[in-house]
Each structure stands twice: as C-alpha cells, then as structure tokens.
C-alpha cells in the first residue's frame, strides 16, 4: 500500500511540476462528504425541476453535485429550453429545491468523517469546508454538528465565488482563507464534479465514492486516489502521510522532523495522560523540545505555521498538570535522574 500512496504522491508532483509535497490544510466538499445527504438532494431536484417544467433525474442530481445550484438551473433550463435564463428565474427555482429539501429526513454524518477531522486538526493541518451550496440552513449547522473541527472562516460557500464547480475558484477561495498553497493542500470530494475543481486547482485530490457512481468517474477526473469509504481513508490516513516522508516526495507540514516530533509529543500525551517528564531519559527529548519551542513562541520567534500547532499542543499539556505533579513526586526523589542531564543541539530541534 504504501508504494502505492508513493506512485500516487510521485505522479502529482509530476503532473503539476512541484518539487514538493506538504500538506498543511486539508478542503473538504459537504454534501455526500461531510453529510449523506445527496439522496435528499437527489429527491429535492426532481420535484422542484419537474414542476417548474424541467427534467433532471436523481443520475444527474449526483453529476452535477458540487456546481452551484442556480448554475446547474441555467445548464439545464438551456439545454431543455434552447435559452438562457435570468438569474431572478434561476434563483426562483433553486429556492424552490432549497424548501423541498428542507423538509426531507435529517441527513447523518458521513461515517468515519469525524474520526478522520480529529486525526487531522491533531496533526496540526487546518481544516476549511468548500461547497456550491447557499442553503443557510445547512451552513448554519456547520459549526454545530462539527464543533471544534469546522469554523465558519473556513468555509467556502455558493457566495463566496461567481463561478462554481468544476472551475478552480471554489478551492482556491478556500486555499486564500487557509492561507495556503496548492502543493500544501488536499481536498476530499465524492463528485465527478468536484473532483476536477480540486484538480484544476492545482491540488492533491482524493475521490471517497459514498454515491452510486462509478470509481471511475472520479479516477478519469484526476483523483490523486479514491476510496470506497471514508472509514477507509481514515484509517489509512496515518500511512499515507508516512508515505509522503518515507519516500522522500516531499517534505510532510513545511518541516518533516518538526513535524515527526510534534506527533510523536502529541501521542506520547494521549497515551500516557501527561506531559513528557525531565526526570525520565526516555522522555527527554520531547520534554526539551516543548521547552524550546515554548520559548521560540515567547519571543515571537516560532514560524507562524506552528503556533497554531504548539498552542494545540500546549492546551493538551493543561489538562494534566495537577496529575503531573503527583505523578512525578516520586521521580524527584530518584537524584540520579534530577541531575542526569541530556545535551541537545538546540540547533537541530529548530529543524
């Protein structure tokens, strides 16, 4: 699996001539990726299309999914009607899929999403939302069902860009608010649509199928990979981003060995519930450089693109002070290890 994530990593770079690869922000599309919601979708179109003299069936609901809505209207409403449609008559129709929607059952999360979201803002990588929808009902829910993980500065939405998917504009609003490049953003579609945006936009794009597509629509767009479940993906994920610093493709959130440092911390503390101790060899490193990079941050010196990251980091370390103090007690007893000292070249952990 893992030469297959490096095939996968070499071809991107290659296809957009980038000398490297390292992901900071990761764009999520919303409907049929956050959401199983395109069969309400699905549903909503052919009602509000049919009686408003159009036809579209559930099939072109998912193939257009991810072009905003009064643009899909005017597509359709030309090729039905041999004319162009104003935008008033575009917007009276797209409100009317909007109430028909509204009143079909609660759409659930996208099983294995928020593990994947939890594993990622963990990592440090930003998590922004891109979506052709303009439906305030399902944008205000955002920042509800996803709390902690989607903020409403990172969400791209139908107002947002004058042109839709598949044009490169939405990813690319989306990488201006996240404040990153191309070859440091990945996006996660489930449309055919959608996923040429992403790849248009210059970015690693992974396809997940949670519709009754084909694979291959989204593989003939350009989707870097696909997978069949985001259970899949996010389990897959952790091997994945090793792929990228195993395989020398690039270098994984702007610094490999920072980063590499930074997951090795952040685990050590959710595993053992405390904070990396001086008093142990074994944690030594890790103790220093959170001191180190502390003082980075101290003296405003810390790269911009890590203080979101160690102030994560250092949230975490909170949790467990008071249990720290017990649990060390005893360590400080140890004389040994109190005046054991590690010597580190600072130098080498600002890398």
Known sequence: MSQYYAEAIEAFLQRNNYK?????????????????SMPNHARAWVRSMQESGLTMSEADAYRFEGMRGVETIKIIAQRQWGRTISNKESQAIYDLKSHYYAVQPKAEKIEGVVPLMQQLKMMGLKIGVVTGSGQHSLLDKLEEEFAGLVTRQLMVTSFDVKQGKPKPDPYLKGMRKCHVKPWQTIVVENAPLGVRAGVAAGCFTIGVNTGPLQ?????????????????????????????????????LMQDTTWHKTYLEVMQFIEANKKKPSKYFLEDHKMFYWIKHNKRLMQ??????????????????LAQYKRINNYVYADERLNANNKRQELTLDFTSLED
């Open 299 to 316: 003296r405003g010196e810390l790269p911009t693109d890590r203080i979101e990251r160690m102030e994560a980091l250092l949230q975490q």
């Open 20 to 36: 490297k690869f390292c992901p900071r922000a990761v764009l999520f599309d919303m409907d049929g990726v956050l959401y199983n």
């Open 215 to 251: 694979r291959t629509e989204l593989e003939q767009e350009g989707a870097a990979l696909v997978f069949d479940r985001m259970t899949d993906l996010n389990e897959q994920l952790p091997e994945l981003l090793q792929s990228i610093v195993e395989n020398n493709l690039g270098v």
